[in-house]
């Protein structure tokens, strides 16, 4: 069965979304993760993995089983290693698929054939190992969705068939299109990201410019490069380049003005900053990325480098990319040692081709009258060939009235959080980097945010 045929019956973008927690242990099986991670994308669905954490750290535990319990269906992929223990002498996958069966999370469980050829490094060489594997085997054979697969192709398809039978018998709440929502949560009008709305300053800004862009409403795909269409259409005598730099201008202005000043109190990631930082690091040991030191690394939308500092720290030096001059004045002074690079994300052109070992954008590709699919076509170009490259988007707010802790995104133009929509902009971003050949593409939950990552091939 080719990929056309696999995926031909996949489910339409407008209908319901589902949340699938995919659990492995990790180095054996990376190929089989992303067959299946891949498999779920191009369902339409969202896999999470959370590579990232530790099932044995009670933090990260509280994190991993938080996000099991918000899961629709959990999948387990079982090879011939048990994987690393907690404390406790349990795999951190037992531990996890436990957990899932516990909260009656659907679980549908793929186990490799015993008689498969397998490395040396595939399996475990203890006997206590290997005799933990065999119990936790035949815990997981007792479950009655169950299926036993020799090689990548052959999972993605049984994968594929399991998933849409179970969506069938088993339907979960999952997520919907916003419209389809009757009951949100919203953010107060003193919260950061509710009381700075961008595109009414750029709205603003223009028409001082006797630019008059009052009827074309905002939406969440509506991109820069869209907006200056629409001016020009509008404003046939005016020229092309005087727009097009006029809108670039005041969308800069308008970050400028929201973010250069942005402070931890305006922060998520800064609730547990620690925990946050050590995500990031594990999130570098995933990709391999050991020594920074001798990188050329770049981040783009590095705004005022406020959590720079919590990865870039003692580094000699790299790149920062933003379109504020203030904000990049203020990364200035936190690293002195960074290039600064003030240029769309979506248009790099003070960045070489294929410079950069490492391309980093946190929380910019969910920005207003963002184009992902161009700013994915320069990442491309500055990354160098087997490079890598991480995009994250925010999942999670903090409204000050109550310290409550709301998921999702804003919806444009609104105070109303979208639960869906951290997870429909991670799949485009993830499709895009697909359409790239991106190779190893990833989408993992993390504390606060989503990160898409993966690798250019060659």
């Known amino acids: 069965m080719n990929n056309e045929d696999l995926f031909k019956d996949a489910l339409p973008m407008d209908e319901k979304k589902y949340q699938i927690f995919v659990s492995s242990t990790y180095t054996d099986l990376i190929g089989a993760r992303e067959a299946v991670a891949t498999t779920i994308l191009r369902l339409y669905h969202v896999p999470i993995g959370m590579e990232m954490f530790s099932a044995g750290d009670d933090k990260q535990w509280k994190i991993i089983s938080e996000t099991i319990s918000a899961s629709d269906y959990y999948i387990v992929i079982i090879g011939h290693r048990y994987g690393s223990e907690t404390p406790e002498g349990i795999s951190f996958t037992e531990k996890e698929y436990d957990y899932a069966k516990e909260k009656n999370i659907p679980v549908l469980a793929f186990i490799r054939q015993r008689d498969v050829a397998t490395k ?99 939406t969440l795909d509506f991109t820069i490069s869209e907006l200056e269409s629409f001016c020009h259409v509008y404003y046939p005598d005016k020229p092309v380049e005087d727009i097009k730099t006029k809108v670039r201008k ?38 391999n990325i050991n020594n920074l030191h001798n990188l050329k690394i770049i981040n783009v939308g590095i705004g005022n480098g406020l959590e720079g500092e919590e990865i870039f720290e003692n580094m000699p030096q790299f790149t920062g990319v933003d379109i504020s001059n203030k904000a990049l004045t203020y990364a200035k002074q936190r690293f002195p040692n960074i ?108 504390m606060v945010e989503n990160y898409i990552y993966g690798q250019k091939t060659k």
């Open 120 to 218: 040396p490094e595939e399996r475990d060489d203890t006997s206590d190992k290997n005799k933990k594997l065999d119990a936790f085997i035949a815990k997981v054979s007792d479950n009655q969705m169950c299926d036993y697969w020799k090689s990548s192709e052959e999972l993605t398809t049984k994968v594929s068939v399991a998933l849409h039978k179970v969506f069938k018998k088993i339907p979960r709440i999952g997520w919907v299109r916003a419209e389809n929502v009757t009951i949100m949560e919203e953010l107060g009008k003193e919260d950061f990201f509710a009381k700075h709305n961008i595109y009414e300053t750029v709205r603003d800004i223009l028409w001082k410019e006797s630019i008059d862009i009052t009827s074309k409403k905002n």
């Open 339 to 446: 290039n600064k690079i003030m240029n769309d994300a979506e248009d790099l052109n003070d960045v070489d081709n294929s410079s950069q070992d490492v391309y980093i954008s946190l929380r910019t590709f969910q920005s207003t009258l963002f184009d992902i699919k161009a700013a994915l076509n320069q990442a491309f170009r500055v990354i160098k060939p087997n490079g890598k490259i991480i995009v994250s988007i925010s999942h999670t707010f903090k409204r000050k009235e109550d310290n409550k802790l709301i998921k999702g995104l804003l919806i444009p133009g609104s105070n109303k959080v979208d639960p869906g929509l951290p997870y429909s902009l991670s799949v485009k971003v993830w499709k895009e980097l697909n359409a790239l050949k991106f190779s190893n593409i990833r989408i993992n939950q993390g």
């Open 250 to 287: 005041a969308r800069a202005a308008a970050f400028e003005g929201k973010y250069a000043n942005r402070t931890k109190e305006d922060d998520e990631r800064f609730i547990d900053i620690n925990s946050w930082r050590s995500e990031f690091k594990n999130l570098f040991s995933i990709l």
